[in-house]
């Protein structure tokens, strides 16, 4: 065999190896975004890591209110921490203006 038909054989060996591995690499490229497709289609409209749609993010009939809390540490004889509480809730309107200053006015807080 001349140098010439080696030489054409080893290019075309190679070229056929680099066309192989191009197809593979191709195919699992397409595999991974079906399997992304899938699973977008199937999860929930925000982020997986997210709670704002979950069950257990869900207000329950255990948890306290701003003022029941308050009325805790107020009886622990902690009274700045139940006023902070109570301007927290106020400032995230989970409360009244009214209720706040009648807890104030039941527990004598300036």
């Known amino acids: 065999m001349s140098r ?3 030489l054409i054989v080893q290019f ?11 197809i593979y ?3 699992r490229i397409n595999k991974k975004k079906r399997a992304r497709r899938k699973l977008e289609s ?15 993010a869900e207000p329950t009939a255990n ?12 009886i622990y004889g902690k009274k700045a921490k139940a ?4 301007r927290e809730a106020l400032a995230k309107k989970r409360i ?5 200053d009648a807890f104030k006015a ?5």
């Open 42 to 56: 199937h999860s929930l409209p925000m982020s997986a890591f997210s709670t704002l749609d979950h069950p257990a």
């Open 63 to 74: 948890d306290m209110t701003p003022l029941e809390e308050a009325e805790v540490f107020m």
């Open 96 to 100: 009244t203006r009214e209720a706040y």
């Open 83 to 86: 006023v902070k509480v109570l």
């Open 25 to 27: 690499l191709a195919k």
């Open 12 to 22: 075309l060996l190679v070229t056929g190896i680099f066309f192989g591995i191009g």
């Open 4 to 6: 010439t038909l080696i």
């Open 106 to 110: 039941k527990h004598n807080i300036q």
